[in-house]
């Protein structure tokens, strides 16, 4: 992975300066990203964890202006792989999707045309795209389709989706997202909808692929323990916001943020004894069109002051590459080495 390159020595595919991205319908405003700055590294993975409502798949499809343009605004700056994505024109984006940047969706039943067998679908992205011949882009399909680990791929690439396992089908999804060498891969909860001895392969594929081919990967999961088997670093979101983020060994072993450390908890580990409750974060996340003036997660902290509720926390750093907002910073820190700080390094 990344870690095999220096930051000065890595480009930056991805780049999220200040982004804002907010939804118009029937006279409500919904600012469902709030001011996001992320960078992702030439062949690096970077994790998009939270709750869901919490903004990571939204920033996700941001990355290709997937959203409906009549009813969104975007502001800020957002770069793919040097392509200043917010000003692309119609016809650029149309050429910048599935060559420079391509994304695996969480359903690949819904995003697969059920018309077309998925061969037929891989054929015609690499023709419209890399200018092949139907041989010649059927031949790449099939070499794909080996790559991705699809048994009897000359007979799969005549199936429909319907007819493929959800396994199957999403490693046709991933095929597809290949097909034409993108620099960047967006993948959106890709392993939610299979059962866990599939989502472990499908994560294994990805890891493998990503260092066979140098891809730079923004994973979106509300699943800690995936994210931890692919991620090079990681980016928590809440309301909109990305309130840590930093390499993801020392985020998940020493997280300083009260949500990261409420987020850990809140899942099982080898800590845990038989009969042992999990943790819960209490309350619910804000209301998007009605975000409050301080931190968002303010209501939701046991260690949340009058302070907190009226003052957005800047980021600060932490450590090499390592930022978190959170007003109390210092205040907290002996909590990292309560039984909270072990029960996050089991969860790592």
Known sequence: MAEDLSPSERRDRVALHDLHVEFRSG????QAVNGVDLRVGEGEVVALIGESGSGKSVTLRACMRLHPEASTRYTGRLEVAGHDVLELTSRELSRLRGKTVAMIFQEPLLALDPVYTVGEQIVESLRRHEGLSRAQARQRALG???KVRIPSPERRLDAYAHEMSGGMRQRAMIALALACNPQVLLADEP?????????????????????????????????IGAAAEVADRMAVMYAGRIVEQGPAAQLLSRPRHPYTQA???????????????????????????????????ADRCAHAQAACRATQPPPRSVGPAHEVRCLRLDELQHLQGSPLHHAAGAAA
């Open 144 to 146: 794909l389709f080996q």
């Open 27 to 30: 006279g409500q405003r919904v």
């Open 263 to 297: 987020l850990l908890l809140s899942r099982s580990h080898g800590a845990m004894v038989r009969g042992q409750r999990l943790q819960t974060i209490g309350g619910s996340p804000p209301d998007l069109a009605r975000l409050p003036a301080g931190c968002a997660f």
């Open 191 to 223: 392993t939610t909808a299979l059962d866990a001895t599939v989502q472990i392969q499908i994560l294994l594929l990805l890891r493998d692929l990503q260092r066979e081919l140098g891809l730079s990967i923004v994973f979106v999961t509300h699943d």
